[in-house]
């Protein structure tokens, strides 16, 4: 007997939620509850259905799709999250993933890509579109950083070519105060130069 995976979905777009319900019907082992279009109604209808798996657009009519993530999580941590987004920028898949979203799957993907998104993140693995890999290692990187913000930024205005005092200016910060943070850098990475540093970080893809 094949074991079934309950799902629903939330999507503000008609024919989207048209596509899923029709594209997730045709998988034998998925049982779709309910396919919605506001995010405060998912919230509710989960303490009915208690499905596996949400699938949750990143762009809703009454909230946003990150924010709704992070509500599931924290009110139905048995849940798990599928971002499904027509955006693939790395600003977003790295706050889906704060927000404990367990798949990141791109609109335009093969369907087979969702499917799988939803198959892998039930067996209780992850699941990230694969043409988003190269920013999922950079944002790993990011988050094994020793380094701030304000340091990994200022790294990558070296690696950019701009001196010490270019740096200073573009950020607004004096080039004393770039002075230290470059030091700093320099021994969390146990770096012996800026360059040294450079290298470190861009090997360890803490910028780009």
Request: net charge negative; proline share 4%.
């Amino acid at each position: 007997m094949v074991t079934q995976i309950k799902c629903m979905a939330v999507d503000d777009h008609p024919a989207v939620r048209h596509g899923l319900a029709v594209l997730l019907s045709g998988a034998p082992d998925i049982d779709l509850a309910e396919v919605v279009e506001f995010g405060a109604v998912t919230l509710q209808l989960i303490e009915e259905h208690r499905p596996d798996v949400l699938i949750v657009d990143v762009r809703l009519q009454d909230m946003d799709g990150i924010s709704l993530v992070k509500e599931v999580a924290e009110r139905a941590p048995e849940v798990k999250t599928v971002v499904f987004s027509a955006y693939g920028d790395r600003g977003l898949l790295s706050e889906a993933l704060a927000a404990g979203a367990r798949g990141y799957v791109m609109k335009g993907s093969p369907p087979e890509d969702l499917i799988r998104a939803i198959r892998m993140v039930a067996a209780g693995e992850a699941f990230v579109d694969p043409s988003l890999s190269p920013m999922l290692l950079m944002i790993e990187g990011e988050m094994d950083s020793p380094l701030s913000d304000r340091e990994r930024e200022i790294l990558q205005l070296l690696a950019e070519g701009l001196h010490t005092d270019e740096v200073a200016g573009r950020i607004s910060l004096s080039a004393g105060t770039v002075k230290n943070d470059i030091g700093r850098a320099v021994s969390k990475l146990e770096a012996k130069s800026r360059v040294q540093a450079v290298a470190i970080a861009l090997r360890r893809a803490l910028i780009a």
